[in-house]
Nanobody
Framework: QVQLVESGGDLVQPGGSLRLSCAAS????????MGWYRQAPEKQRELVAT???????NYADSVKGRFTISRDNAKNTVYLQMNSLKPEDTAVYYC?????????WGQGTQVTVSS
């Protein structure tokens, strides 16, 4: 089994920055892809960014140039550095670990961008 615990969500003003962390416990494999998703009120959950163990990344167009995903394989932790935050970035952010056999999700962390 894999457990994912997110942290770092907060209330921040537009233009501000936050860094989210997701710590994974259990058996983590090099084939596992880790990523961040978000869900705003009354909207579907959407991809934010993903990263492989080799460091290949993928971003949603809406966050390119503002968000950076990174991964520390030794610590089984993935990060999301969010800069130039906008009110439309407000959402619950979820960490996900994807492997061929199954997906694992964290409990989510709230990010609110408001003045």
């Amino acid at each position: 089994q894999v457990q994912l615990v997110e942290s770092g969500g907060d209330l921040v003003q537009p233009g501000g920055s936050l860094r989210l962390s997701c710590a994974a416990s259990g058996r983590i494999f090099s084939i596992d892809v880790m990523g961040w998703y978000r869900q705003a009120p009354e909207k579907q959950r959407e991809l934010v960014a993903t990263i492989t163990s080799g460091g290949s990344t993928n971003y949603a167009d809406s966050v390119k140039g503002r968000f950076t995903i990174s991964r520390d394989n030794a610590k089984n932790t993935v990060y999301l550095q969010m800069n130039s935050l906008k009110p439309e970035d407000t959402a619950v952010y979820y960490c996900k670990l994807r492997r061929p056999s199954s997906d694992y999700w964290g409990q989510g962390t709230q990010v609110t961008v408001s003045s």
